[in-house]
């Protein structure tokens, strides 16, 4: 019949395509997780890192801050501050760094969005870490805060060449695994040649 053949051949290609989709994702996973792609840089005593940034707590009010001179100009004029984000009040900080952001760069074009995760590592000291998403790539910067010192941990620099040949190499590894899938079935489907004697 023409119809289970049809179907047949239906459903064969929806099972290549789930099963090319499954092996991508895994790929892009594997990938973004383990690749060395995206990866945390150490940062020494003392070095200089193309990144940085820090939240800073005066009278209440969470500022931004994505260059270091602009931090140390800020503490020279400003005593009352602090390196520690307030116990239950993220969301109000995360919506004033957001502030912060658009009034410092937004004006010039900035198009990033800052996000921080906060853990306190005992009643004195903060493990910060700040994401700077899109300006023009994303930004890690890891740190750990005191009221009033902060020690740079780690940075991460991941961009849209990063995410790009990412994608290629996914794409890649795909492709010969789909190969080898289709090489082990046919020769599983293959009859078995018998040899007269």
């Known amino acids: 019949m023409v119809i289970p053949r049809l179907l047949r051949v239906f459903l ?8 090319g989709l499954l092996f991508f994702v895994v790929n892009i996973i594997l990938l973004w997780n383990f690749s060395g792609i995206r990866h945390k840089v150490t940062i020494e005593d003392g070095a200089t890192t193309p990144v ?5 707590m005066d009278s209440g009010k969470a500022q931004l801050f994505l260059l270091k001179e602009d931090l140390d100009d800020y503490l020279k004029t400003h005593s009352e501050y602090s390196f520690l984000i307030p116990d239950g009040q993220d969301q109000v900080v995360q919506d004033q760094i ?8 937004g004006i010039h074009g900035g198009k990033g969005y800052p996000t921080f995760k906060r853990q306190a590592l005992d009643a004195t000291h903060q493990y910060i870490e700040l994401y700077m998403h899109g300006d023009p790539h994303d930004d890690l910067f890891w740190y750990e805060a005191t009221d009033k010192t902060i020690e740079p941990k780690y940075f991460m620099v991941f961009g849209a060449f990063h995410l790009l040949f990412m994608l290629a190499l996914a794409i890649g590894m ?3 695994e789909c190969w080898a899938a289709v090489g082990v079935f046919r020769r599983k489907k293959a009859p078995a040649v018998v040899s007269a004697t």
């Open 12 to 19: 064969k290609l929806i099972g290549s395509i789930a099963t």
């Open 98 to 105: 957001v502030a912060s952001y658009n009034a410092k760069f």
């Open 52 to 56: 940085f940034q820090v939240v800073v």
């Open 174 to 176: 795909t492709a010969v």
